[in-house]
């Protein structure tokens, strides 16, 4: 059996259904492939349903639906796969389409997973299109959205643009429905459809190109030595796109230059990129790479869906919203940051902690946490809660410290790990930052216990630290 003969057994095991439910993860490679798996299972006309997920763990589980349909999870499962059989699930009611390492497991649920085949830089929308495409050769036009899943994952950041089967199956396609342009030669910048140049240039460090990456003053001057104009008449700043090939040679020769007077490699200053010819200009929609972090701003303020709809076609009411969410992201947070100042956290002995309800998307308030804490008594852990949409008997609780407090044997993987164990969660992350669902009936417990666990880390490394 190789890797084509399990998305052939995918693909038999989808069209014999006659309900689906798709679980998958709210990233942009998630959002990708579920968007690719329904189109491509509508048009089989088979009744479905989609069902999105932060991540797998005991206390999201009651998230997927308790039914006859087939569940395919996308983008997750591979790893989770003791939590299906503990929720009962048999075999016959799963397909799993991941790219995650594998968790051994009693049962044997079917997987179709690009991993164990060696095909390392594929993503889970890299399989969901391979079936799609295997269900019916329709479906073609979906290999766009496979690129930009791929591209969202970083499965073309090490070499430089996408390889393996993805590059010569779904890139291919793509370019064949004429609803890709690769450009084989371009630069290797993020930004090139809606970021100035100069700080296009001026944001990237791979390569990092001395005098003008993290340098936006010394980019700007870089392309005014060079004669590259930057504004039209009208004063509008240029992005890479709109430039004649022309100046982007001038530009491109330019920047090697600079590399090689510093004595620095020049190998990374070009990448393969993924055009989108039929998107409007100047929109982020553009480009693989931009395209990704539009859906990841989707998924990182709990709106999924709406990535979905931008790439089943809606340039309305879906793709605004997504760009409010992209564009306004350093706002909300910096709201987010006033608020936990404003409402002031609660000190126990060993930890601070502040519960901010539904007011902000789970996904936002560890980054909130993480700098709010530069604002506040660095020396204790800071805890925030906040509810979970989907779920109101749930509770997500993040935690951030310093690398001062983590030299003093602070541990917060540990410490929300073994605490939430004890409500039936699960912990994650590291020991500066972690975070964990809890049952909502949980908190005040939870918070006493993290503070009791805080004070033995606290204590077992140095008995004087007060
Ligand atoms: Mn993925």
Redesign the pocket.
Known sequence: MGFCDDVKAAVERITASDDITIIS?IDA??IASEAILSQAIARAEIQHSSVFVRQLEPLTMSQVPDNASLKIFT?LGAGQQNLLEERGFSNEEILIVD?HVSQACNRNYQQVNCLPYGHLKM??AGISYLIAKAIDPINTDLAKTGIIGNVG?MMARETCGLVGLVRDVIVEDAVRHKNVEVRRRDLNCYGISTRPLYLSLAYNDDPFIKGISNNVEGAKQFLRKIGIKQQTDEGRWLVWEEYSVDDQRTIISALAEQLIANGEPINRLLAETYHFPDEPVRTPLRNAQEYATLLNACGRWGRPQVGGAILRGDRGGSFREAEHMLVNHRAIIRDLLGYIIDSGVTKLEWIQYLHVGAKYPDTIVGIGAGMALSKLDNSKPILIMCTVPEDKNLTKVSMRTTERMVERGVDLQKAIGDASSKFGGVGGGHRIAAGAYIPKSAEQEFVILVNKILGEQFGAKSTNYR
């Open positions: 993860h490679d998630g983008d790219h993503s889970a994952d």
